[in-house]
């Protein structure tokens, strides 16, 4: 079920609320903030720009803020993929999340999950230190 418009508050750096349509719309013009922008989805790097929303922190039930990253806006309906790892472990994600993988040589690089293929060394935020991450089964 897709969320509502207007469900998920977006705040900026002077604590204003913001529109994230619009802020979505004005920064897509700028192609090294663009991430993803295909027929599913456009995703716009914001790490450097203060945004925040509130979530819940479930050990102490309060009300935290925390740092936005991406700003992923939707065009249409997407599926639920379950990826199945070497481990025997799975998760489910959109297709259109990112995921990010280790090449063979070492780099590390983003891909929306309906890109994975069999093989490919997903990284964690475990291994973010380039050790090794789970692989797609």
Same mark, same amino acid.
């Given at each position: /079920? ?7 508050n977006?705040? !900026?750096?002077?604590?204003n609320r =913001?529109?994230i349509?619009? #802020?979505?719309? &004005?920064?897509?013009q700028d192609p &090294?903030? =663009?991430l993803?922008?295909?027929d599913? *989805?456009t995703? %716009?790097d914001v790490?450097?720009?203060g945004?925040?929303t $509130?979530?819940? !922190?479930? @050990?102490t039930q309060?009300?935290?803020r +925390? @740092? ?9 309906q #997407?599926s =639920?993929?379950?990826?199945n790892t !070497? *481990? +025997?472990a799975? $998760?489910?994600? *959109?297709e259109?999340t990112?995921?990010? %993988?280790?090449d063979? !040589? +070492?780099?590390i690089?983003?891909i929306?999950?309906d890109?994975?293929?069999? +093989? /490919? &060394?997903?990284?964690? /935020?475990?291994n *973010?230190d380039?050790?090794s991450g789970? #692989?797609?089964?």
């Amino acid at each position: /079920m897709p969320i509502p418009k207007n469900a998920i508050n977006l705040y !900026d750096k002077d604590d204003n609320r =913001v529109d994230i349509e619009s #802020v979505v719309d &004005e920064l897509k013009q700028d192609p &090294e903030r =663009v991430l993803i922008d295909d027929d599913i *989805s456009t995703i %716009i790097d914001v790490s450097d720009l203060g945004y925040y929303t $509130f979530s819940l !922190d479930m @050990k102490t039930q309060k009300k935290v803020r +925390g @740092k936005v990253t991406n700003l992923h806006h939707r065009k249409k309906q #997407v599926s =639920v993929l379950r990826i199945n790892t !070497d *481990s +025997g472990a799975y $998760f489910e994600v *959109s297709e259109d999340t990112l995921i990010h %993988i280790q090449d063979t !040589d +070492g780099t590390i690089r983003h891909i929306r999950a309906d890109k994975l293929k069999k +093989g /490919m &060394e997903i990284m964690t /935020m475990l291994n *973010s230190d380039n050790s090794s991450g789970i #692989v797609v089964y």
